[in-house]
């Protein structure tokens, strides 16, 4: 069935390091996709989204690329802060005779300083 | 604020009763989401109602049941409650039309984090 799989966490890493969170994700048809940041004590909201292949999302330094052939959106960050750190998930929408808005299981990020 | 208030931000309560959490969306939005996020299950999605009408169901147990009234607030009802329900529960909505809109972005509330003892 339909589904999005990212990376386990947490993930560590030191001010101003690069950061990947990998995404992949099963669909039948042609999915929408997103990445939702959660911030601690706080409900998800959108950072960036990609409607269709190639495209890319890009907000406050992160940026996700919809690849279609390797049906991937990953996750990049050239240069994070403590402010980042959270739990970023990655969803797809998809209209396949029903409306389908699916997350992976989130992955938690630690920025230390 | 995403414009979205769910009530009541938290909740403990005994084994085998039941609660009743509740969800306002965002004006104008039709579409209202639950779901369920625990540590070890990440954000599970629970169910889905558009103006008023059931359009999706996920992993939504037997004893839980939701609704949406025609002023478009959504109520999920917990019954015969488990420890292993604890967890947060959150409601998001969105403007999309069911069949509609292939990319939308959900707002989500703040969550009710339930605490069964």
């Known amino acids: 069935g339909d589904s999005v799989t990212q990376m386990e966490g947490p993930v560590t890493l030191s001010e101003e390091a690069f950061l990947t969170i990998n995404c992949t994700y099963t669909a039948t048809g042609y999915p929408s996709l997103f990445w939702y940041v959660q911030y601690p004590g706080e409900g998800l909201q959108l950072l960036l989204k990609a409607t269709k292949a190639d495209d890319k999302g890009s907000n406050k330094g992160f940026e996700a690329t919809y690849r279609k052939e390797t049906t991937s959106f990953h996750l990049e960050k050239g240069s994070v802060q403590v402010s980042d750190s959270a739990v970023y998930f990655c969803?797809?929408?998809?209209?396949?005779?029903?409306?389908?808005?699916?997350f992976g299981t989130g992955t938690r990020l630690k920025v230390l300083a | 604020d995403s414009g979205v208030t769910q009530t009541p931000k938290h909740l403990i309560t005994a084994t085998g009763q039941r609660v009743t959490l509740r969800c306002s969306p965002r004006s104008g939005d039709l579409s209202v989401y639950w779901y369920q996020q625990s540590l070890d299950q990440g954000l599970q999605f629970l169910i889905q109602y558009y103006n008023g009408e059931e359009r999706a169901k996920g992993n939504i147990l037997e004893r839980f049941s939701a609704q949406q009234f025609p002023d478009l607030h959504s109520e999920l009802n917990l019954s015969s409650l488990e420890l292993g329900d604890s967890a947060l529960y959150f409601c998001?909505?969105?403007?999309?039309?069911?069949?509609?809109?292939?990319?939308?972005?959900?707002?989500f509330g703040e969550g009710s984090r339930l605490t069964v003892l």
């Open positions: 969803a797809l929408s998809l209209n396949s005779g029903t409306y389908k808005y699916i």
């Open positions: 998001a909505s969105s403007v999309d039309l069911p069949g509609g809109l292939k990319s939308g972005e959900l707002f």
